[in-house]
């Protein structure tokens, strides 16, 4: 009896385990008010949280702010506050920047340039902000280059072989063209692709899959978003997702791709799937 005491007071001593947030990715494009109402349900804000709102992707931060602050002010009277992590200020003020982002109950990553966002945020203490706040139940949105930043590998958009000229979808499918960076890796096993069937991006998702066969690869098209929660994603807004997954064989022939059996899904509001 005295043993189980010990070992009841071990274990009440022992920190509670972190409990993840969740991810409201965003293919881009026209966000509907609907849609941004689903995001404030899905973050649960109470009483006393805000929002904040990074901006580093976009060429123009505060106009970019300023387009997601009305759309979430519209549908929560909750504070939303943008913290440009790009300019340079005092470290007290950095500090107080980076508490304020630990301690966020939404955070919203603008849409831009993903290698922008990235220069600045990677391996800094504002990437372990960003984890720590979703680590602590945080929910974590992003639109466009915002929903790119979510894998852990990040598609680029940019080709690799022979012309490394952006294009929106890859005119061949070859193996080693896609450009892969780090992202903040709140997918671990997930890539993610936006704007995807309007920009017809089919042939860079594959890649996506070739370089990757073990990952799961989802393409969000505009207006839609990925709500994922664990394993478990659901859809929500106006178009579809599109997963790419677990080919069967994969072979490359002349630097071509070949691939047999590879699962391809594709759902619509309110549909729900699992990560493998």
Known sequence: MKHLYFLLLLVASLPAQAQLGKLF?????????????????????????????LPMASAEPQAAFLGIAQQLRAATRRPVVSLNLALPIAAARRQQQLDSLRRARLIFIAGGDQDRFMRVVAGTPAEAAIRSAYAGGATVAGTSAGAAVMSRHM????ELLPDT????????????????????GLLDSVIVDQHFIR????????????????????????????????????????????????????????????????????????????WQ
């Open 25 to 53: 990715i965003i293919g881009g494009g026209t966000r509907s008010a609907e849609l941004m109402q689903d995001l404030v349900a899905t973050a649960s804000l109470g009483p006393h949280d805000y929002v904040v709102v």
């Open 155 to 158: 598609i680029t958009g940019h």
């Open 165 to 184: 000229t952006y294009h929106e979808t890859f005119q061949k499918l070859r193996a080693g063209n896609i450009e892969f960076k780090p992202g903040l």
């Open 199 to 274: 920009r017809s991006r089919y042939n860079r998702l594959i890649s996506a899959l070739a370089a990757y066969p073990g990952f799961t690869c989802v393409g969000i098209d505009e207006g839609t978003a990925l709500v994922v929660q664990g394993r478990t994603a659901r859809v929500a807004g106006v178009s579809q997702v599109i997963r790419l997954a677990r080919p069967v064989q994969l072979r490359i022939t002349g630097g071509l791709l070949r691939m047999q059996d590879a699962e391809l899904s594709i759902y619509g509001a309110g549909d729900t799937f699992k």
